[in-house]
């Protein structure tokens, strides 16, 4: 990803892929790289706080208490800071999720066009419930706030795939398509 | 994606190359006349850039419409501190969605604006903080940023100007509150996206204790065209106190979803039915929302007035942020409120009591009617809870988690009534 | 503090005019006339983020209600602070605190001392028209000792912003967002801090409780005295509450030169009992080789007369958490007999300080009035006991426990007075005459600080049995031996030590004031 190694850019692929290691360490390699890219971009370590978080996330695929805590250390915060802020946005995950996130947008535009339904029927295929892992760890069904895509309606996010205008009768070919 | 829908009413100035996939590189936009108005603008003072956006009365376009060129005139001049801008592309209104596509579709458009502000207001680093959600987006513009720099727009001594700017993209977290513009230097500063209280503003204080000027992506993106046309070339459009061209998102119940472009004097019920189509085959149009769920529930007979500030808010709304939500009669309103109070309930930053706890008692009283198990009694309450939210707090998400209530109980009462009577409601399935 | 070159604004508040300096805010201009101004999130002490919306007011001219605690006075500004608009306001802030609230004042230590209650009280916002199930979240500990019930949370944020902006620690943080917010510290962590007591104080409401005092007295069960920690040397301003003879807690008081609005946990923890278990509770005479209780008039008789008798020069052990009322009176006696040297010992510990008010500390020596001591001519010393311990002249101890004497210590002296509130071994075994002295919350008195700061205290409980300060008693004998006034009260003892005294020289109680004022060689060494 040619973009990923230009000095200005401090994101690559925004969180949640689907290829992740809980594990990773925090960080090394092309990751220290780009940690330190994101410190030069910001005056102070504080404000290198978000797009760090994105980077543990993207690597581990969620914020566990200890990867919370590692941040804390690289960037001069107390963990119990890094958590406030992390619990603060909706895009960090605190509690692990499936291999693929759905996100179904909530909003009013999508609700008007039938994003229950959509919800409805992807909960029944995966055999989930809102907000928890699948029993074989590969789906986790959400709503979300407006997505910012209500003229496209229903909005779905897998990862970071955007899907647009989709129906409930949409959905079994999105889910067939993820593998 | 091809761009869904264009329409002949349309004045498309921002959005003229929608749709067009070359037009979102470099050099595609260089040969659709792009980067003239950077390269004239190097050869302007900084004044008087800034005394020709505040001439054109560009409005801020994110929802506030405060003008563009006199909060650039805020910033100090000669200052020992350095000045930032930032870009707000947090769009997270509900109902709106244009600053994505002026993203997606001409990044550099974008881009430009927000170079000849930031030299304009002699800010040395630009932040574009864009939501986390916009993966698509991010990747889109990233690619331009890239571009940007390679080719000597971005970085040291920009086309040989002596000036010095840096971009950096900024991703939000899930947060529509960092829309805020203090939330929103908060987040970029690495803090929970919380509001804060002005004075002291942004311009004295903003991103890192420093001056900064916030803007909107679609603000910024008009700026390279009254920077090259003039303030007047921009004033062809629209009213006295509304001039130049507007994105309204249009979705919810409509044939013709998506944005479109008007001059500020257009009609909005044209808007509406003419060019968004009206509602589908069979169905009645039983309210539209002009300006994001901020703003009040307008009825289909209040809708013939100019989509300008002035003429939206005298037809009883506003014009917010352009996110025009249509609903037919197959909408249960108290549904829908209940579905906007939630958002505002779970996007509330949590620091203010009345709009904490306010946000989420109406939720809560809405899902209750929506249930079939309100109280006639509940119609008062939720009007004074309303008030008690509006107009003490620190931002106004607190008011606006109200206005759908107030505004749909003003105009919608049966609805209210038929939930609370027996259950039943009025939407036509 | 007013400065000459400060501008005055004139504004009105609830009809009443008044000239403040520029850049003072509408609530501390309101207390300045004594309208007080309900508020959560405000405290003087700390940052002002104006989030409770508590103390919201009319300004005249203004579209919506403004926060007093955050806007500035301008120049004709007409503030209404209790007028309907500013009161449904108050209400409303009120109310939807109670929303979620679980009213369990029956169990709640914070009650009788809750600005919840007081504010619902004062606005007459005593319920809720909520009908909906309320959100329960729990309680935690954030501390070993202190537990956050976070349903009573008001989330006024004194708590987190103690941490940040004066413990310098900012290890309590505002959790998740909107009506799930809660506040605590790491996951699944507990954090220690040699100051975290503090944030039960701030807290405004009873989310953050002492363990340690959960389920004692009721805050109206408590007699309050200002007196000053005898902790350590810092000399925190303290007010102690008390119930049926003991020491159940303290809380700081504001002294803006020693201790700002904050102490230290060790203080807190220190005065909890002081003085508790087993007293001598008569004085009491030697009668061979038995000790035998007597009255007053007997004991000072014969401390009298022994003195008389020239016993020979006065060695003492004294102690540094006694007043300078009372080691004055000890060093009188000793001049009667012959000074000849007096010592005291210090316990000792790690020095910790409040790094966002760096002159607070929980200073190494953990006693209160080392300067005092010092000051009237005692020294420091490591071990006293064995410097003492062959004297064979007229030996006093005061408050000294003399837990670690040697066998036989003071067998040697002619005469030995032991002044202290409870029985040793060789007090037993040696002393001629024993005099049941007050701990320092039994009477009043004065301590000396680190700084050279000469502070007050009030008497917080009743002496047990027949004690009396032996300032009192003392000077008794003095008189008798016409070498001393009596001195019938505290006051008449310091004027007395400040009579004798270059560096106490013109104080009095009277003019001591609330803050105290600095010994003579101290307030020159201040700029």
Known sequence: ?179 | MAYPHEHPRETRVLSKYFGDKDAIGIDGWIERGGYKALDKAFGMSRDEIIEVVKDSGLRGRGGAGFPAGLKWSFMPKNGDRPNYLACNADESEPGTFKDREIMRWTPHQLIEGIIICSYAINAEHAYIYIRGEFVDVVRVLNGAVVEAYERGYLGKNIRGSGYDLDLTVHLGAGAYIAGEETGLLNSLEGRRAEPRVKPPFPAQRGAFGMPTTVNNVETLAAVPGIVENGADWYRQWGTEKSPGTKLFSCCGHLRRPGNYEVPLDFNLKELVFEICGGPPEGREMLAVIPGGSSVPIMTVDELDCDVSYEGIEAAGSLLGSGGLIAMDDSTCMVHAVRKMVDFYAHESCGQCTNCREGSSWLAKILRRIERGQGREEDIPLLLDISANMAGKTICPLSDSAAVPVVSSIEKFMDEYMAHIRDGSCTAVR | MDSESTPQINITIDGVELSVPKGTTILDAAERIGVVIPRYCYHPGLSRPAVCRMCLVEVEGAPKPQPSCVQEVQDGMVVRTGNPEARKARRAAIEFLLVNHPLDCPICDAAGQCELQDYAFETGQLSTRNVEPKVVLGRDHVTPDIVYFADRCVLCTRCVRFMDEIAEDPVLQVINRGYKSFIDTMTDEVFEHPFSMNIVDVCPVGALVNENFLFKPRSWDLDQTASVCPGCSQGCNVTLGAKEDKILRAKPRFNPHVNSYWMCDHGRSAVVNWGAGERIEVPMVRDGDRLAPVDWSRALQALTDAMRGKPGTARAIVSAGASNESLFAVRQLMNAAGFEGGEFRVSTGPESVLKGFPKLRLRADRVPNVRGAELLGFQRADDPIANASGHTGTLFILEDELDDAPEGFGGNAALFVYIGSKMNAAARNAAHVILPSPTFAEAEGTFTNYEGRVQRFGQALRAPGLTRPIWMSGSAVLAQLEAGEQLRTAGVAFAALAAESNEYAGMSYENLGQHGAMVASSAAAVP
């Open chain 1, 1 to 179: 990803m040619s973009d990923a190694m230009h000095p200005a850019i401090v994101s690559a692929q925004p969180s949640q892929r689907a290829e992740t290691n809980p594990d990773a360490p925090l960080f090394e390699g092309e990751y220290h790289d780009r940690f330190e890219k994101i410190l030069s971009r910001y005056p102070n370590k504080r404000a290198a706080l978000l797009p760090a978080l994105n980077l543990a996330q993207e690597l581990r695929g969620w914020l566990s208490p200890e990867t919370m805590a590692r941040i804390a250390e690289l960037l001069d915060l107390t963990p119990a800071y890094v958590r406030s802020v992390a619990s603060f946005y909706t895009m960090f995950a605190t509690r692990p999720v499936g291999k693929y996130l759905i996100q179904v947008c909530a909003g009013i535009g999508c609700d008007l066009c039938g994003a229950e339904d959509v919800v409805e029927r992807l909960l029944e295929l995966t055999e989930t419930r809102l907000g928890e892992a699948s029993a074989d760890g590969k789906y986790t069904v959400m709503e979300v706030e407006c997505l910012g895509g209500c003229g496209f309606a229903t909005m779905v996010q897998v990862n970071d795939q955007v899907y647009e205008d989709i129906k409930a009768e949409d959905v079994e070919g999105l889910l067939k398509g993820l593998d």
